[in-house]
Every structure is written in structure tokens, then in C-alpha cells.
């Protein structure tokens, strides 16, 4: 992928993300409190097994 296309691609993703935002502002705090959560589960798990491993 050229320079070019990267940063068409960039701005087509930030300005559909700024378009979901202002028309969807509720399914996107959903969103992101539901990665927020995998992503916390995720690590929490990740910490278990290390203490796990090292214990």
C-alpha cells in the first residue's frame, strides 16, 4: 500500500468514526465500554496466568 492510499484510508476511517459518534452516540459509548471490558478481562487473565506460572 502506498503513502497515498494509507493516508486515504486513515482519514475514510477517522471520518467515519466521527459520522458513527455524532449519529449513534449511544451504540458508541456502547462500543467502547465493551472493548474497555474485553480488554480489561483480557488483561486480568493474563495476570492470573503469570502469577500462576510464577507462584
Known amino acids: 500500500m502506498t503513502a497515498g492510499t494509507k493516508k486515504v484510508v486513515t482519514w475514510l476511517v477517522i471520518a467515519f468514526v466521527a459520522f458513527y459518534l455524532i449519529t449513534n452516540p449511544d451504540n ?4 467502547v465500554r465493551g472493548a ?3 480488554l480489561s ?3 486480568e487473565s493474563v495476570i492470573r496466568f503469570l502469577t500462576s506460572v510464577f507462584a
Open 36 to 38: 474497555g471490558s474485553f
Open 28 to 31: 458508541a459509548a456502547g462500543a
Open 41 to 43: 478481562t483480557g488483561f
